[in-house]
């Protein structure tokens, strides 16, 4: 259906929905992942200050800075796209937008990622390379 | 119904809606499973305050997660909406999360023990992380650590 000849063969592109299913059982899985050591990161603190501190020390290291500005957009790419398909569930009728929700969902993360990402790559930029923005 | 459930993963879409189109799961028809796509809804609406509103103020705003130590937890778990919420985030989070887990492994894992021991395992976690997140939210006491915040 969706394929496209190029110079090096059949391209299968799939569907922007086949995609967002996808992104949203990849995001979902990362979140819970993240969970799973957040919970035990985040008990430690009932172990009093020295242990606390050296635990969330982890977090002053820019790589999983990095990580971390992946997990906010894990969770806001599966929260406005589970509103996309409560909206499909609840009220049949919007599936005759498909592609307009589906355009209109990615605009709005997208949207929201561009300040979050200047906001939080600054400062990994900051610890990485030794700036001052 | 239950010869069309069994043949086709329960996450999959309905044919008039085929795979590909952004639509989620398709509603089951009752049961146990209706309770869990009914849940997943309700508490995705609620994550979605908790969830986003605790990664914009954890992560994002105001120094994001640079600023947090000791002193950080001791003063915001001060107040009891504070630990409400966090706890609220937790225990949904936890269900959340692991009955999506739990429909996933329905698509992939097919062999019925293998299934079967995948989803204690994930049960297991949860429920442990539950219990030590729930035991250090509500027993959190910094005046045991005198002059630390």
């Known amino acids: 259906m969706a394929k496209r000849k190029t110079d090096l063969g059949t391209l299968y592109r799939g569907s922007p929905g086949q995609w967002s299913w996808i992104a949203h059982r990849v995001t979902g899985v990362a979140i819970i992942l993240f969970l799973f050591a957040h919970v035990v990161d985040t008990a430690v603190v009932g172990w009093g200050p020295d242990a606390y501190n050296r635990v969330v020390a982890v977090y002053h290291n820019w790589f999983v800075r990095l990580l971390e500005l992946g997990l906010v957009a894990a969770v806001l790419y599966h929260a406005i796209n589970g509103v996309k398909i409560m909206v499909f569930d609840f009220w049949p009728g919007s599936t005759r937008y498909m592609k307009q929700l589906s355009i209109a969902s990615t605009g709005l993360f997208l949207l929201a990622m561009v300040p979050i990402t200047w906001i939080m790559g600054r400062d990994i930029l900051n610890l990485s390379l030794g700036w001052n923005l | ?149």
Do not use: C
């Open chain 2, 1 to 149: 119904m239950a010869v069309e459930a069994a043949e086709r993963p329960p996450s999959m879409p309905p044919s008039r809606r085929p795979r590909g189109h952004g639509t989620g799961r398709e509603r089951p028809a009752g049961g146990l499973e209706l309770w869990s796509w009914l849940f997943m809804r309700i508490s995705g609406v609620v994550l979605l305050f908790l969830a986003v509103g605790h990664v914009l103020i954890m992560h994002v705003l105001d120094g994001g997660v640079s600023r947090v130590n000791f002193g950080f937890v001791a003063v915001r778990w001060q107040s009891p909406v504070w630990r409400t919420w966090d706890w609220a985030l937790l225990v949904l989070a936890l269900i959340h999360g692991i009955n999506g887990l739990r429909v996933i492994v329905q698509d992939y894992v097919k062999w019925p023990s293998a299934r079967f021991a995948v989803n204690m395992l994930f049960y297991v976690v949860g429920f442990g992380l539950f219990a030590l997140g729930t035991v250090v939210v509500f027993t959190f006491d910094p005046s045991k650590w005198p002059g630390a915040s």
